[in-house]
């Protein structure tokens, strides 16, 4: 269980698509630094998937296959850019982030360097993840069946935390509750209701981490599990008026899809129809974003329409998150005074303790962070990647902290694999999807929902002992403690 060696022809075809891709987009006119980063491109996103297909790993709960699947998905999106399908100043333009504080000389010389340090970081994760992970024998595990109790207790959470931030965020919006997508575009009222209202918040979001845990106890007791699916209409509609951002219900949705996977033996291909149908949810998502905020006297149909006609570019739908070029603002314009020194890292340390209670010892977040020094701007958070961070915090000293970052890797891998619970497993691949990144705004919130989800991990145990073959011998599951 929970596999991925037969994933490796998957990636394989994935390889041969992107060199496909480059190989008709590639354009030979233009500067030599946009010549330079086209090759840098394809040899990063190449570099990611030989290694994720190399045998590295073998498990699905190893965390450096979401670090660097997560790496490869927000860069490949960003192949209109590196391929010269407009200007990098008209994709910034398109997500309304030209007002910057700053100016970027040259975007593709920026990514150019940025693309050959996410390298090193990569390469100096790996090293130290491969010399602190230990696998102390072949655990080959496959699980007849298991038993749980009181699982259900997670439907009555999830149906609670919905019914109470749903009525909540009513009673706000006086029943106008697409108003709140208009924070996007700059409405000050919309922001000001969600961000006095954090706890509202965080139950949506909650919502997403726990549908594909229940789902992996249904799936590993054998019981009916797609109708677990259809929860996640209500719960993404949720989310996605709360947070405006499409990634989070799509981490989720992606994760059940690895769940059903890996636990009840799926081929990938019979999920393969499920690729195009997530692409539409999220370019409708999108649209419906930008076409939220009524206040000028427009519509919701009216507002869809318009869009429409000024972003008739398919791409822009699908990419407008990483094309705004964050990562490539910071690159070219960090200075000396610009450095955190390790200041973003403190909120790994000190979320928990109220802002109320230390007042400015408390650090900003990361996209509060870049928002404010490079834009200007305390309306909206830029985020950026866990490699973009480390250059924030220490220029290319930063590369040095995923020395850190892959023996923190390993040990979670050594514990998941010599302590043998499988629901520990699935609980970890769940929260390591929407860790992928490791930026440290992410890693916050899987602290968080680790806080809520400890006891109702603990609550809800195997309910018998159940006969499994490992590697040929009969032994007994341990029961979850």
Known sequence: MFEIGKARRSISIVIATVLLLSLFGFKFSGSTNFIVTECLFVIYLVFILLILGSGLFKFLYEPPVYFLFGAFIYEALKFPYYFGFNTPEYFVSQNFLLNAKYKVSDYYAASGIMLVYNMACIIVLLSSYLITRRFTNNRNVEFIK???KKENTLLLVMAFAWAFSFAKLFQLTGGNILFLLSRRSGNADAWEILKSNYVVSLFANLILVLIPIYLSLRLMANKTWKWVLLLYVPAAFLSFLITGARGFTIFSIITSVVLVITIKKVPIRNLLPVAPLLIVFF???????????????????????????????WYLELSSYQLQLRDEMVFDNLKASNILFGETYLNILLFWVPREWIGDLKPQFLDAEVAQRFWGRDDIGLPLTSMGEAYFNFSYA????????????????????????VLYCA???????????CTTSQLTYIFQFLIILFPFLSYIRVKENS?????GINERITRFR
């Not at 905020?293 to 000024?310: A, F, H, P, R, V």
């Not at 930063?398 to 619970?421: A, D, E």
């Not at 006969?467 to 590697?471: D, E, F, P, Y």
């Open 283 to 313: 370019a409708f998502l999108g649209i419906i974003r930008r076409s939220s905020d009524t206040t000028n006297g427009g519509t919701l149909s009216e507002n869809i329409k318009t869009q429409q006609e000024q972003n008739s570019e």
């Open 146 to 148: 298991f038993k749980f």
């Open 427 to 437: 609980v970890a691949i769940v929260l390591m999807v929407y860790a992928q990144t």
């Open 398 to 421: 930063g590369v040095l902290i995923f020395i850190i970052f892959g023996i923190v890797m390993g040990k979670i891998t050594n514990y998941l694999h010599n302590q043998r619970k």
């Open 467 to 471: 006969k499994t073959k490992i590697n």
